[in-house]
T-cell receptor
């Protein structure tokens, strides 16, 4: 079975600063994908970034980057130059078969950006 | 295509009543997933379809829950004899059966059982 652990229930960050959201995972499979989703108060899950287990380089998407440390089984999300619109719940998730199976989510981190 | 669509967005029902939710996935996506999210938690997997075939069901999906995806297009999730513990956000997601691609989520149906 897969497990995702997010140990930060809430974080407060000053606008324009960078923020790191922690995520560790557990699986015995070798072929998996790691995802980060953002959930604003409206409820929709918005995809941010993906990392495959065999990808050697960390994924980047605009202001988002994923710090993938396979040996430590961690997949932290880094948001650079935070904006007020980044305030939301952030979920780390994993899926076997490089993302082709069901998603297993963590409990999330509520990020609040302070003006 | 406007994305994954769910209907209704909100549903209030009395305990013991049956409810049905609908999900319209992105048209070319052959995989469709249902998740349930309770307050303060991440979404939990319920079931998924590859086209019209239901390939996996979670143990969370009691016999009061049933899901269908006729003709491999839209899907319905029915809850019979609702209980207060069924109150949650029900999320639908769809994706292509291609590695290294993300699932796209709908805005969810929030169910309140009173």
């Amino acid at each position: 079975a897969q497990k995702i652990t997010q140990t930060q229930p809430g974080m407060f960050v000053q606008e324009k600063e960078a923020v790191t959201l922690d995520c560790t995972y557990d699986t015995s499979d070798q072929s998996y994908g790691l995802f980060w989703y953002k959930q604003p108060s409206s409820g929709e899950m918005i995809f941010l970034i993906y990392q495959g287990s065999y990808d050697e380089q960390n994924a980047t998407e605009g202001r988002y980057s994923l710090n993938f440390q396979k040996a430590r089984k961690s997949a932290n999300l880094v948001i650079s130059a935070s904006q007020l619109g980044d305030s939301a719940m952030y979920f780390c998730a994993m899926s076997l078969n490089f993302g082709n199976e069901k998603l297993t989510f963590g409990t999330g981190t509520r990020l609040t950006i302070i003006p | 295509d406007t994305g994954v669509s769910q209907d209704p967005r909100h549903k209030i029902t009395k305990r013991g009543q049956n409810v049905t939710f609908r999900c319209d996935p992105i048209s070319e996506h052959n995989r469709l997933y249902w998740y349930r999210q309770t307050l303060g938690q991440g979404p939990e997997f319920l079931t998924y379809f590859q086209n019209e075939a239901q390939l996996e069901k979670s143990r969370l999906l009691s016999d009061r829950f049933s899901a269908e995806r006729p003709k491999g297009s839209f899907s319905t999730l029915e809850i019979q004899r609702t209980e207060q513990g069924d109150s949650a956000m029900y999320l639908c997601a769809s994706k292509e059966t291609v590695e290294n691609t993300e699932a796209f989520f709908g805005q969810g149906t929030r169910l309140t059982v009173v």
